[in-house]
């Protein structure tokens, strides 16, 4: 994965930059199966290496696949993301071991859900309940996300191809940009 | 890509598994790993590949811009109306246990449907937004 984020950063074609990038989330998947998270595992391949793959080509198609050559001031960013990523590193230094049964994360709600799920909804996916039931508010919002995003789409460059008649200006102004 | 025959006869062998894996996906998610974004995401993914190797125009005529929006909309509309339901019932917003005379058939129930919901908000959406990318005509 860091040779995969290295190469991504170096790269100027961007064609090869989104292939990158759908191997980068296929990796993170990967590593999301070796931790036991089967579900957000199947939703990185699916969306990450898949679809986004695919929307960014189609953006690519619609732009340039060369990316501009940067301004040369790439010290201070760089401090920046090393400062931010040193912290970072510092910060999982006080993370429980991975697994560990006393750690807060399994010893809040986690108890509940484990126990519950199976009177509560008969079901044998903890994921699943936890996602639909218990956090049904959560999800719902997250599905008026995705809803608001498809509408925003269609908003801002669905009607493109629309006969003009009355548009004129604001058509000449978007043709200025 | 007309004219790439390996391509046609692979995707077209391909594409109904495909649909048929996303379906399961979306129904199975209750007991294994899945749900409706997954199975949302996959079964979008059949009407991409058709609209790669076919072109835009005849996915266009598989999956019309009206039925992709009415999906779209249909899905969250679903969830919404589940939650409602809910109310009517006697119970909370998006408490499934009131749907039906057992609270765990009720649970149950609620969650297919709502995993349904999203299932279908996904796939509208991942096949608008692709087609809106690919031709610029919702």
Not at chain 1, 119 to 136: E, F, I, K, M, W
Not at chain 2, 97 to 121: K, R, Y
Request: charged letters at 15%.
């Amino acid at each position: 994965m860091a040779v995969t984020a290295l190469a991504l950063v170096r790269l100027r074609n961007l064609f090869a930059v989104v292939m990158l990038a759908g191997m980068f989330s296929l990796l993170a998947a990967v590593l999301y199966v070796v931790l036991d998270a089967v579900d957000v595992a199947f939703t990185e391949a699916a969306v990450g290496a898949g679809i986004t793959t695919v929307l960014l080509l189609g953006t690519l198609a619609l732009t340039t696949s060369e990316e501009k050559a940067a301004p040369r001031k790439t010290l201070a960013p760089l401090l920046l993301v090393v400062a931010t990523g040193a912290v970072l590193i510092y910060g999982t230094m006080d993370m429980p071991r991975y697994g560990d049964p006393n750690a807060p994360i399994h010893r809040h709600v986690a108890p509940y859900y484990l126990e519950r799920t199976g009177p509560d909804t008969g079901l044998p996916n903890v994921v699943t309940a936890v996602l639909a039931s218990y956090r049904g508010y959560d999800t719902l919002g997250e599905v008026a996300v995705i809803f608001t995003a498809a509408v925003g789409v269609l908003v801002l460059i669905g009607r493109s191809r629309r006969p003009r008649k009355k548009r004129q200006p604001a058509d000449k102004k978007k043709a200025a940009q | 890509m007309i004219f790439k025959a390996v391509l046609r006869v692979v995707s077209k062998l391909l594409i109904p598994p495909i649909m048929l894996f996303a379906l399961y996906v979306q129904f199975h998610g209750d007991f294994g790993p899945g749900g409706g974004f997954q199975a949302g995401v996959i079964f979008a993914s059949a009407f991409i590949l058709y609209a790669l190797i076919f072109g835009i125009d005849n996915a266009r005529k598989v999956a019309p811009a009206w039925a992709t929006r009415t999906l779209l909309s249909l899905g969250l509309v679903l969830y919404a109306g589940v939650g409602v339901a809910g109310i009517f019932l006697g119970g909370s917003f998006l408490d499934y246990s009131v749907l039906a005379e057992d609270p765990v058939i009720g649970q149950h129930l609620g969650i297919t449907l709502i995993e349904f919901g999203v299932g279908a908000t996904v796939s509208g959406a991942m096949i608008t937004i692709f087609f809106i990318f690919a031709h610029q005509d919702g």
